[in-house]
T-cell receptor, first 115, second 115 residues
Framework: GAGVSQSPSNKVTEKGKDVELRCDPI?????LYWYRQRLGQGLEFLIY????????KSGLPSDRFSAERTGESVSTLTIQRTQQEDSAVYLC?????????????FGPGTRLTVL | AQSVTQPDIHITVSEGASLELRCNYS??????LFWYVQSPGQGLQLLLK??????LVQGIKGFEAEFKRSQSSFNLRKPSVHWSDAAEYFC?????????????FGTGTRLTIIP
């Protein structure tokens, strides 16, 4: 079966523009997570969804970042007025639910470059 | 807040040699512990996880890890590495009382295999 997919795989944008990153989780997975991976660093948790609800948004770095999920499937991460420090790989993961014993399955990521 | 330290940024090992990647965590209770591998151009893949019980955990691809509470460590080992093991390895910790919806990752260890 299909794994987690993300689009686009690469995105180059100019400072100040808005970008939308998309994540398609594995079918049937109710939990969905967004992480950011800056060059040479570990993964930084951004937000997670249980169904369409986002109980914990504390990882979003600023109010320029937002995320939504509809129909317990696709999620979009939106970054408004992008800054150069937003350049990173954005990773999405999904799991059956957010119970601790469930493995998170990761997508290949979207590499965002802000010029 | 929990934290994860991977003290080795880069390790080089000869093919066929043994491998140990270090991971130390900081958390008041017993955490949930994970090792993920990120191969070039691919998403993260779970190698193994520890929740409770036997402190020696077997994973995929011949990897194992041992949880040592007294040392707050969860080191990853493999008796004989293969060239295909060259990748980035991430240790992660989840809060045991809230599940793994907010994994904290280490900064990763890049493994290079030489012939």
């Amino acid at each position: 079966g299909a794994g987690v997919s993300q689009s686009p795989s690469n995105k180059v944008t100019e400072k100040g523009k808005d970008v939308e990153l998309r994540c398609d989780p594995i079918s049937g997975h109710t939990a969905l997570y967004w992480y950011r991976q800056r060059l040479g660093q570990g993964l930084e948790f951004l937000i997670y969804f249980q169904g369409n609800s986002a109980p914990d948004k504390s990882g979003l770095p600023s109010d320029r970042f937002s995320a939504e999920r509809t129909g317990e499937s696709v999620s979009t991460l939106t970054i408004q007025r992008t800054q150069q420090e937003d350049s990173a790989v954005y990773l999405c993961a999904s799991s059956l639910d957010f119970a601790s014993y469930n493995e998170q399955f990761f997508g290949p990521g979207t590499r965002l470059t802000v010029l | 807040a929990q934290s994860v330290t991977q003290p080795d940024i880069h390790i080089t090992v000869s093919e066929g040699a043994s491998l140990e990647l270090r991971c130390n965590y900081s958390y008041g209770a017993t955490p949930y512990l994970f090792w993920y591998v990120q191969s070039p151009g691919q998403g993260l893949q779970l190698l193994l996880k520890y929740f409770s019980g036997d402190t020696l955990v077997q994973g995929i691809k011949g990897f194992e890890a041992e949880f040592k509470r007294s040392q707050s460590s969860f080191n990853l080992r493999k008796p004989s590495v293969h060239w295909s093991d060259a990748a980035e390895y991430f240790c992660a910790v989840g809060l045991s009382n809230f599940g793994n919806e907010k994994l904290t990752f280490g900064t990763g260890t890049r493994l290079t295999i030489i012939p």
